[in-house]
């Protein structure tokens, strides 16, 4: 679960700042393989520590091989103008009223941890537009609903590009970009969130997708860039 290793990297980095007033910005990553379950290392190096942000270097290797690499930038509040919100609001159906999908139908071990409330295309179903949307929460969640949590809530969901197959085929997160532009301070904590995607272009296997994502009362929580790629 790419979404677990991004999370991990964002959490530790901000901890290697050293500065609890600097909130988690923006990261960009790249997942170069598969971390199997197990042992890792985070190494970490500072680009720049400065007074009002700061900007980290976070490396993942298992058994001696580079998996994940990401940049993370921590940022504090600064001038509170000029404000401008230029994505629409998704329609949202409230998710009480939203059926959740059994564990066993969804196909990644890691999404069975997840509880997910579908009100878009169906993954494999051969639909005619490569989008996707609804809620998605965790089972067992912990208590921190930190930028890092929204990190690894971004990639909970199915790519959009599997709602045109029509039958299952292997994808992968190769390239990672998160925009952190709002935070859970204020949400029902046992309330999912809403994602919300759409395939860019698709062509030779590789398919930029661009992704949003918002809190139960409408507030957006972040925008996410990825690039997939379907392996075989």
Not at 32 to 39: L, Q
Request: hydrophobic share 45%; charged share 20%; net charge neutral.
């Amino acid at each position: 679960f790419g979404g677990l290793v991004l999370a991990s990297l964002a959490r530790a980095a901000h901890a290697f700042a050293g500065r609890p007033d600097l909130t988690l910005r923006t990261m960009t990553a790249e997942l170069c393989g598969p971390v199997m379950a197990g042992e890792v290392e985070i190494k970490l190096e500072a680009l720049r520590i400065g007074s009002g942000t700061s900007t980290v270097a976070a490396r993942l290797t298992q058994q001696g091989e580079v998996l994940t690499h990401a940049v993370i930038v921590l940022g504090k509040a600064r001038h509170p103008d000029p404000q401008y919100d230029g994505l629409p609001r998704p329609a949202m159906p409230a998710w009480r009223g939203v059926q959740a999908l059994p564990a066993n139908d969804m196909a990644a071990t890691f999404a069975r941890h997840f509880e997910y409330r579908n009100t878009g295309n169906i993954p494999f179903s051969g639909a005619s537009t490569p989008s996707s949307a609804g809620w998605v929460r965790p089972r067992e969640p912990g208590s921190a609903r930190d930028a890092a949590f929204i990190v690894g809530m971004a990639d909970a969901w199915w790519p959009a590009l599997l709602a045109v197959m029509s039958s299952p085929r292997p994808a992968a997160t190769i390239t990672f970009t998160i925009d952190v532009v709002g935070c859970c301070e204020g949400l029902d904590p046992d309330a999912p969130l809403y994602h919300d995607s759409h395939t860019l272009f698709a062509r030779d296997g590789w398919s930029p997708e661009m992704r949003t994502l918002w809190g139960e009362d409408g507030r957006l929580l972040a925008i996410n860039h990825q690039t997939f790629i379907v392996i075989k």
